[in-house]
């Protein structure tokens, strides 16, 4: 455009003073206008707009921030490690933690755990149970199959059930079903029937499910050479997909893919990897080198040694209680002291809980002062069916010279029980004794445990203590076959450091009733008692989860004041993740393979969606 026309365009009246104005026509482009403006006056409209860019930029963002919301995406890969080469992938043979950790992805049973859990239906869509206790019934959920395609139907239950209660199988569960009677109502339906109420039965329902079509050719002697032991065909929600193998034929990893069709929905992961390793030292080496994402069952010294490095940043700790309760029982057949309250009371003062869970366990326990763990049964029953003043004292974890103070206490007061007592220190050894007619007796005592880290350092420092009361203390250290069959069976130990897994329904009997004192019973604390026989059958018929609790707390009470153990700390069970994997939640348990309970709800990676559609990728 030229000058001259630019004139024809705008009048300009040049000879007016300090009020001098412009007249612009209407028709004028913006770019002819910014023409005409100074450089100043174009770079504060630069800067302007520039400013006015970057706060919608900033609007749009935080809008954006404030509307979307973060969802789970199908796709990634998690990587376990874990120790020992699977054998039985087979939920009615598996024995190892390898076997169950496989079998708790591959099979998938009638009831499942939820992230706090409780039990709640997997293959089933609903079930009852008779107001006798006897007969708990069954319905499947529609459209449930196998990972082959095969519908899964009440007689694969059935198959599954009576081949868990064939002793010619030889398998772990078989005490779990002898007795029980299984019936087919229809293809969906199915019955069990007790021959006696049992409360805890329920938890049996947790099995996985065999595919009938596959298994039932097999004779029972069969069964623990079929190759669906390693390559398995269940309802659960991974399949396996592929197995490496070493030189030797020995599998080195397996690849499993998420099962599209499991029953509590698609897994968002898409395939999860197990790293056989020898040891725990090699697991924990590959998950600080990066070859695998997961290790469980760490021992509290080496996640110690193991947070020192730079790994700590990218890990996640999942920490629960194992339900398994660890004390000292004495056994009174064999040694007569133990007959003598006020030797249980003073032993059982003098028990460094604190330093246990302290100083060998770093905080990952909880400390006991009887034989259950009841933060464990306050979570999962009614609070206001609790008496207050009933609830057992499970005291924090705490370090410092406080502690210090506290075991010195503890220490004369247990002497100050002897004293009260009639037992007086030995000249020379400082050993209680105790004089009565011609006989003395002194404060001797052989305590036996197995041969783990834990346990040992534990022995050493019960031990430590008791010889600082002023008693004679002997250790004996076995390996585990050679302390059950030498040992507990036969009940040759004084006093006994072991533990005792109480299980998610608290069946308690087997522990503590009087007629488990021999073998193949369990009650190794030679416990005998007609008020606790009776609260124990009780509990195993009691219904009301209310009523079953107190019973629970009765029995606590009546061990507590008979000081028929030295109850000391339940563990906590350990596993390490890398962050990228979310929603990774691990109740109390029993089993380190329950930790795959919610497995697919777990996730890797991520979509952003607006909030207001966030239900329907629900």
């Given at each position: 455009?030229?000058?001259?026309?630019?004139?024809?365009?705008?009048?300009?009246?040049?000879?007016?003073?300090?009020d001098?104005?412009?007249?612009?026509?209407?028709?004028?482009?913006?770019?002819?206008?910014?023409?005409?403006l100074?450089?100043?006056?174009?770079?504060?409209?630069?800067?302007?707009?520039l400013?006015?860019?970057?706060s919608?930029?900033?609007l749009?963002?935080q809008?954006?921030?404030?509307?979307f919301?973060?969802i789970?995406?199908v796709g990634?890969k998690?990587?376990?490690?874990?120790?020992?080469?699977?054998?039985?992938?087979?939920?009615?043979?598996?024995i190892?933690n390898a076997?169950?950790?496989?079998?708790?992805?591959?099979?998938a049973?009638?009831?499942?755990?939820d992230?706090?859990?409780?039990?709640?239906?997997e293959?089933?869509?609903?079930?009852?149970?008779?107001?006798?206790g006897?007969?708990?019934?069954?319905?499947?959920?529609e459209n449930?199959?196998?990972h082959?395609g095969?519908?899964l139907?009440?007689?694969?239950?059935v198959?599954?059930?009576?081949q868990a209660g064939?002793?010619?199988?030889?398998?772990?569960?078989f005490a779990?079903?002898?007795?029980?009677?299984?019936?087919?109502?229809?293809a969906k339906?199915?019955?069990?029937?007790?021959?006696?109420?049992?409360?805890?039965?329920?938890?049996?329902?947790?099995?996985?499910?065999?595919?009938?079509?596959?298994?039932?050719?097999l004779?029972?002697?069969?069964?623990?050479?079929?190759?669906?032991?390693?390559?398995?065909?269940?309802s659960?929600?991974?399949?396996?997909?592929?197995?490496?193998?070493?030189?030797s034929?020995?599998?080195?990893?397996?690849?499993?893919?998420?099962?599209?069709?499991?029953?509590?929905?698609?897994?968002?992961?898409q395939?999860i990897?197990f790293?056989l390793?020898?040891?725990?030292?090699?697991?924990?080496?590959?998950?600080?080198t990066?070859?695998?994402?997961?290790?469980n069952?760490?021992?509290?010294?080496?996640l110690?040694?193991f947070?020192?490095?730079?790994?700590?940043?990218?890990t996640a700790?999942?920490?629960?209680?194992?339900?398994?309760?660890?004390?000292?029982?004495?056994n009174?057949?064999?040694?007569?002291?133990?007959?003598?309250k006020?030797?249980?009371?003073?032993?059982?003062e003098?028990?460094?809980r604190?330093a246990?869970?302290?100083?060998?366990?770093?905080?990952?326990?909880?400390l006991?002062?009887?034989?259950?763990?009841?933060?464990y049964?306050?979570?999962?029953?009614?609070q206001?069916?609790?008496?207050?003043?009933?609830v057992?004292?499970?005291?924090?974890?705490?370090?410092?010279?406080?502690?210090?103070k506290?075991?010195?206490?503890?220490?004369?007061?247990?002497?100050?029980i002897?004293?009260?007592?009639g037992?007086?220190?030995?000249?020379?050894?400082?050993?209680?004794?105790?004089?009565?007619?011609?006989?003395?007796?002194?404060?001797?005592?052989?305590?036996?445990t197995?041969?783990?880290?834990?346990?040992v350092?534990?022995?050493?420092?019960?031990?430590?203590?008791?010889?600082?009361v002023?008693?004679?203390?002997?250790?004996?250290?076995f390996?585990p076959?050679?302390?059950?069959?030498?040992?507990?069976?036969?009940?040759?130990?004084?006093?006994?450091?072991?533990?005792?897994?109480?299980?998610?329904?608290?069946d308690?009997?087997?522990?503590?009733?009087?007629?488990?004192?021999?073998?193949?019973?369990?009650?190794?604390?030679?416990?005998a008692?007609?008020?606790?026989?009776?609260?124990?059958?009780?509990?195993?018929?009691?219904q009301?989860?209310?009523?079953?609790?107190?019973?629970?707390?009765?029995?606590a009470?009546?061990?507590?004041?008979?000081?028929?153990a030295?109850f000391?700390?339940?563990p906590?069970?350990?596993?390490?993740?890398?962050?990228?994997?979310?929603?990774?939640?691990?109740?109390?348990?029993?089993?380190?393979?329950e930790?795959?309970?919610m497995?697919?709800?777990?996730?890797?990676?991520?979509?952003?969606?607006?909030s207001f559609?966030?239900?329907?990728?629900?």
């Open positions: 455009m030229c000058i001259e026309h630019l004139n024809n365009r705008m009048t300009l009246n040049q000879h007016a003073g300090p001098t104005t412009y007249s612009y026509s209407p028709s004028l482009t913006l770019f002819d206008r910014l023409r005409i100074s450089s100043f006056e174009r770079l504060v409209i630069g800067v302007l707009f400013l006015v860019i970057i919608g930029t900033s749009a963002y809008t954006n921030k404030n509307t919301v973060e789970p995406r990634g998690h990587v376990e490690g874990i120790v020992g080469t699977p054998r039985f992938i087979n939920p009615l043979l598996a190892s076997d169950k950790d496989l079998t708790a992805l591959v099979y049973g009638l009831l499942s755990r992230a706090e859990g409780t039990l709640v239906p293959l089933a869509e609903s079930y009852s149970v008779s107001e006798d006897l007969v708990y019934t069954f319905t499947l959920r449930v199959t196998f082959d095969t519908p139907t009440a007689k694969d239950v198959f599954t059930v009576e064939n002793a010619s199988v030889r398998s772990p569960s779990d079903w002898e007795g029980v009677q299984i019936e087919q109502i229809d339906t199915v019955t069990f029937t007790l021959p006696e109420p049992y409360t805890p039965f329920i938890e049996n329902l947790t099995i996985g499910i065999l595919p009938s079509h596959i298994w039932e050719g004779s029972a002697e069969e069964f623990p050479f079929s190759q669906f032991n390693i390559t398995p065909v269940g659960g929600p991974y399949m396996i997909e592929m197995i490496e193998r070493d030189k034929g020995i599998p080195t990893i397996y690849k499993l893919t998420r099962f599209k069709d499991f029953a509590l929905g698609s897994p968002y992961i395939t990897e790293v390793f020898n040891n725990e030292e090699e697991a924990l080496t590959a998950y600080s990066g070859v695998v994402q997961a290790v069952s760490i021992t509290p010294m080496r110690e040694e947070l020192n490095t730079d790994t700590q940043n990218t700790i999942h920490r629960a209680p194992l339900l398994r309760v660890f004390g000292i029982f004495f009174h057949n064999r040694q007569p002291i133990f007959l003598r006020e030797v249980r009371e003073a032993l059982a003098a028990a460094p604190k246990i869970v302290g100083e060998i366990f770093r905080g990952y326990g909880t006991l002062d009887g034989p259950l763990l009841f933060s049964l306050t979570s999962t029953t009614s206001d069916s609790i008496p207050a003043d009933e057992e004292p499970e005291e924090e974890t705490s370090t410092g010279e406080g502690d210090e506290s075991a010195v206490n503890h220490i004369e007061q247990a002497r100050h002897l004293e009260d007592a037992w007086k220190r030995e000249e020379g050894s400082g050993v209680y004794i105790l004089e009565d007619d011609d006989e003395t007796t002194r404060l001797s005592v052989a305590l036996s197995v041969n783990t880290p834990e346990l350092q534990t022995a050493e420092r019960v031990a430590s203590s008791w010889r600082e002023g008693a004679e203390v002997e250790l004996k250290i390996e076959t050679d302390l059950t069959q030498s040992i507990i069976r036969p009940r040759r130990f004084d006093a006994l450091l072991f533990g005792m897994v109480i299980g998610h329904e608290l308690l009997y087997a522990f503590w009733h009087s007629s488990q004192r021999n073998d193949p019973g369990l009650n190794i604390a030679q416990y008692d007609i008020e606790a026989d009776a609260l124990l059958e009780k509990m195993r018929t009691e009301d989860a209310s009523a079953r609790s107190q019973l629970y707390y009765d029995f009470a009546l061990v507590r004041k008979n000081v028929s030295i000391l700390y339940a906590d069970f350990i596993y390490l993740t890398d962050k990228r994997v979310h929603n990774v939640s691990v109740h109390p348990i029993v089993e380190p393979s930790r795959f309970d497995v697919y709800s777990w996730y890797i990676d991520t979509d952003n969606v607006w559609l966030k239900g329907f990728f629900e």
